[in-house]
């Protein structure tokens, strides 16, 4: 019984870990995607800020200027993204597109020019990346049979980005529901001629939104690169950038569920490293790229409007274009 | 504000200046890599043209994508945006695989139908649940053909590893084709006629290629289904309100891009490598967004288009041994760029262009 519940609690701490980058990539994509900017650029912005974060740890030796270069980056790349679907009025998706193409060719090439190692970054020390942080109470709940456990494996002992990641869900949550920002935020996605109408400007606020994604992505690339990894390696983002996008779309675009959607996935993707050649009763062994794919069988199910019904934002993809 | 520009400026002068532009801030990363951008684009040019081999390798490439970009180009004419080329493409090469493997031996002339069959058959039904799913039940295709090439990718990884792996082997991939069933490469065709050029993968895909494309004018521009594919791609209202079935046109020009994405499997599996290999697309299907935007979804400038890429491909893999800091990945770097200015910037030389070009040429005003 014990043995059960400790490894439960070790799933869900892998669990947790896993889910750190889809949770903030999703919950940027949620800003970006409510104000009526299609983002399929996430990918792009993880996989930018993942080298920053790696590159600026191993010159300067300091995560949180990692962290600081990550953020700087994967907010420069959601502007372009914003000069070309806000300014111009481009075709987002063909934007979003071009970002991922162009960050993959381009971090793979500074890599190898600036490190020479093959396209990553060199491995970083200890003190060069983010730690499991020890929470002060722990010791003393260590005595305490099931919530000492907890307390020590799920709650205390994970990194900055995962409690980074924990304290954004209920912050973006309370921005889109319930600040002025967020209501204009949640409008310009659904009908920017009425918000147009009101006297606030639709360019700014999406910029504004845009910046907001930037943020979120660059703590999910300095997660990948400093916190799950010691250093950034090449094509490090491995398509959670789409995965994300997938939570976000399976969330229905609401923090609660994306943060429920993007957990789920995180889950199956543990238990795709465990149930790795096991044979279970009555079923046989279960090929390991099927639960690969089930988040993205899920998704086109939902989308097909077979699982629920999304219903994205109403002005999504349309650039728009002032007429007075 | 005027956007309109002669044709010429609009399908060559455009595009010119979009490449230009995204050749020039490649040439600033190289730069900043502390490379010469000059030098590297001499050697880029010398490594795609410079020999017999240099360029049946480049045309090689080009093949491949000329199939991608028709697969992105015939669905965008219908207003949708095709991104799983590279999940068509690798159904296209599991189809053909399993034709080429049972027919061993047989002759090509009988084979050859059969491959082309299974290639369009399955990158077809690959595009067609994508595009059923947006036909009947409004999902957005970007997302779901996005969703798709992860599919195909787990699919393909699980047939290789578990069910097509050629015995003995720890590799995941599939055992050799048949002699017989190869495509003849070019080398060997033009020496049956007398015509010694040096051995490349080149091969008979690259007609394929160019019959494909003529097709798809022919159909895009000269048969009702694709004046029908034209008018959907303009405003699916108005279509449906001049008695056009949307629905079936939405299937049809996603399933036909899917053919074309499964037909780049002939040249490069049944064409070149002689088995299923593990990344066989190479990141075909999204070049093919770069090669489809950049040939303006016009066969002949997606041919053209596809060249060019080609020709980067080919020249940027001896790059790395000219300038060991530089790899083949500052192409994938041209590529976006291309995408980005000819795709989502487009507007920006568009308007400046529609501005300064009646300033300039007296007969536009």
């Keep these: 019984m014990y043995d059960a519940f400790v490894l439960v609690v070790s799933l869900l701490a892998a669990t947790i870990r896993l889910a750190t980058p889809l949770i903030l990539t ?6 970006c995607e409510r104000s009526g900017i299609v983002d399929i650029g996430l990918e792009g912005k993880l996989l930018g800020a993942a080298f920053a974060a790696g590159a600026a740890a191993a010159v300067t030796g300091s995560p949180y200027l990692g962290l600081a270069a990550a953020i700087i980056v994967s907010i420069a790349l959601a502007l372009v993204h914003g000069y070309a679907s806000i300014t111009h009025h481009g075709n987002q998706v063909v934007s979003g597109m071009a970002l991922n193409i162009l960050v993959a060719g381009l971090v793979t090439t500074l890599a190898i020019a600036w490190f020479n190692q093959g396209g990553n970054t060199p491995q970083l020390a200890a003190g060069e990346r983010f730690t499991a942080v020890e929470l002060p109470f722990v010791a003393t709940l260590a005595a ?31 921005i889109l529901a319930r600040t002025r920002f967020g209501l204009r935020l949640r409008a310009v996605g659904e009908n920017p001629r009425a918000v147009d109408a009101a006297g606030i400007a639709v360019g700014r606020l999406r910029y504004q939104a845009l910046i907001c994604t930037g943020i979120l992505c660059g703590i999910a690339g300095a997660d990948l690169a400093l916190a799950q990894s010691a250093g950034f390696f090449r094509g490090m983002s491995a398509g959670r950038g789409y995965l994300a996008l997938a939570a976000l779309i399976f969330g229905k675009w609401r923090p609660a569920p994306t943060l429920l959607a993007c957990l789920f996935f995180a889950f199956a993707d543990v238990m795709q490293t465990r149930l790795q050649g096991v044979v279970l009763p009555g079923i046989g062994a279960i090929p390991v790229q099927f639960i690969q794919t089930l988040p993205y069988i899920l998704t086109v199910l939902l989308l097909a409007g077979f699982v629920g019904k999304a219903r994205p934002p109403k002005a999504i993809g349309m650039p728009y274009v002032t007429r007075r | 504000m005027n956007s309109d520009l002669p044709p010429w400026a609009d399908f060559a002068l455009l595009p010119l200046i979009n490449l230009i532009a995204a050749l020039a801030l490649s040439g600033l990363v190289i730069l900043a890599v502390g490379q010469d951008p000059l030098a590297a684009l001499g050697v880029l040019v010398d490594g795609a043209i410079g020999s017999g081999e240099a360029i049946g390798f480049t045309l090689y490439y080009a093949t491949t994508f000329m199939f991608t970009g028709l697969a992105v180009a015939i669905p965008f004419h219908a207003g949708l945006f095709n991104i799983g080329g590279e999940g068509q493409a690798m159904l296209g090469g599991i189809g053909v695989t399993f034709v080429c493997l049972a027919l061993g031996g047989w002759p090509l002339w009988l084979v050859l139908p059969l491959a082309l069959l299974a290639a369009v058959a399955c990158g077809a039904a690959w595009a067609f649940i994508p595009a059923w799913a947006r036909a009947r039940r409004g999902s957005h295709v970007v997302i779901t053909t996005i969703m798709f090439n992860f599919i195909a990718a787990s699919l393909l990884t699980w047939l290789l590893v578990d069910v097509l792996i050629a015995p003995g082997q720890s590799a995941p991939e599939s055992s050799g084709f048949a002699r017989s069933v190869w495509l003849p490469a070019m080398h060997e065709m033009l020496g049956a006629l007398g015509i010694a050029v040096s051995a490349t993968p080149l091969n008979f895909a690259f007609f394929l290629a160019l019959a494909a494309g003529v097709l798809v004018w022919l159909f895009i521009w000269h048969t009702p289904w694709g004046y029908e594919v034209r008018v959907v791609g303009h405003g699916e209202a108005a279509a449906r309100y001049g008695g056009i079935d949307v629905e079936r046109v939405i299937i049809i020009s996603l399933c036909l891009g899917g053919a074309c994405a499964g037909l780049a499997a002939i040249n490069d599996v049944m064409g070149a490598q002689h088995r299923l290999l593990l990344n066989f697309t190479a990141e075909s299907g999204f070049i093919g967004i770069a090669v489809a935007l950049m040939g303006r979804n016009h ?7 596809a060249m060019l890429f080609g020709a980067l491909y080919q020249g940027g893999s001896e790059l790395s041994f000219e300038i060991p800091t530089l790899q083949r990945e500052i192409i994938i770097v041209i590529e976006g760029l291309v995408i980005l200015f000819c795709g989502a910037l487009e507007n920006v030389f568009r308007f400046r262009l529609a501005r300064l070009l009646p300033a300039a040429i007296p007969a536009l005003r």
């Excluded at chain 2, 066969?299 to 288009?305: N, S, T, Y």
Aim: hydrophobic share 65%; proline share 9%.
């Design chain 2, 299 to 305: 066969p002949l400038g997606i041919a053209l288009a």
């Design chain 1, 144 to 174: 305490i049979p099931v919530i000492g456990t907890i307390a020590r494996q799920l709650i205390s002992g994970q990194t900055l980005p995962v409690y980074l990641a924990a304290l954004a869900v209920p912050l973006a949550a309370v």
């Design chain 1, 26 to 31: 999703a919950l940027g994509g949620m800003f």
